[in-house]
């Protein structure tokens, strides 16, 4: 079957720096993606990794392995904006986007 | 670019009213819609994956004659939910994917989402 696992909650300081981590069982695989989801609000955007390593964004970085089915988001000098929900999403083989329940990241002053 | 356009962003309505949701993308045109539903706290769920002339896939557990979908033309989407109950209130949020070249780069342009109450 196909499954996500990522924390429920993460708690964090305003300018310090968190690790959201995501594993996951895909049926194929093509590519992983983050976004970010503020309550009441749809998804947004924030990376995409397909290969191997680190792709980095401005204050948000991803990394993926997919021989360990893991990726983490890396989100530096945190703001109290960047207080949101973040889904990892990997695509399947059918390039279907799989979601899990998504971290609820709270940033405190 | 990739403007995905959601409407109406809040109802209120009456149990037993049938509600639509439009989806419309303003700037591309959109072979596939997904409709989501999200439950406070809860994952996006999948509902269903609508291609331009043709039926809608619904997942399942969803019920194809309670939720509508409607994909007439290439930017245009709708969901109607049909004699809506209080289970049925949540958020609705429709989305879109473009031109296949970029299926796999930005695989899917959300619409703002519909909350819907039903009393």
């Known amino acids: 079957g196909q499954n996500i696992d990522q924390p429920t909650e993460m708690t964090a300081t305003e300018g310090a720096i968190v690790q959201i981590n995501c594993t996951y069982q895909?049926?194929?695989?093509?590519?992983l993606f983050w976004y970010q989801q503020h309550a009441g609000e749809a998804p947004t955007f924030l990376s995409y990794?397909?290969l191997d390593g680190l792709e980095e964004k401005g204050r948000f970085s991803s990394f993926l392995s997919r021989s360990k089915g893991y990726s983490y988001l890396l989100l530096k000098e945190l703001q109290m904006k960047d207080s949101a929900s973040y889904l990892c999403?990997?695509?399947?083989?059918?390039?279907?986007?799989?979601w899990g329940a998504g971290t609820k990241l709270i940033i405190k002053p | 670019g990739a403007v995905v356009s959601q409407h109406p962003s809040w109802v209120i309505c009456k149990s037993g009213t049938s509600v639509k949701i439009e989806c419309r993308s303003l700037?591309?045109?959109?072979?596939?819609m997904f409709w989501y539903r999200q439950f406070p706290k809860q994952s996006l769920m999948l509902m269903a994956t609508?291609?331009?002339?043709?039926?809608?896939?619904?997942e399942q557990g969803v019920e194809k004659d309670k939720f509508l979908i409607n994909h007439a033309s290439l930017t245009l989407s709708t969901l109607t939910v049909t004699s809506a109950h209080p289970e049925d209130s949540s958020f609705y949020i429709c989305?879109?994917?473009?031109?296949?070249?970029?299926?796999?780069?930005?695989?899917?342009?959300f619409g703002d989402g519909t909350r819907l109450s039903i009393l």
């Open positions: 700037d591309f045109q959109a072979t596939t």
């Open positions: 895909t049926s194929g695989f093509n590519g």
């Open positions: 609508s291609n331009e002339g043709s039926k809608a896939t619904y």
């Open positions: 989305s879109a994917r473009s031109e296949d070249r970029e299926i796999v780069t930005q695989p899917q342009h």
């Open positions: 999403a990997p695509m399947d083989s059918n390039y279907q986007l799989i």
């Open positions: 990794n397909v």
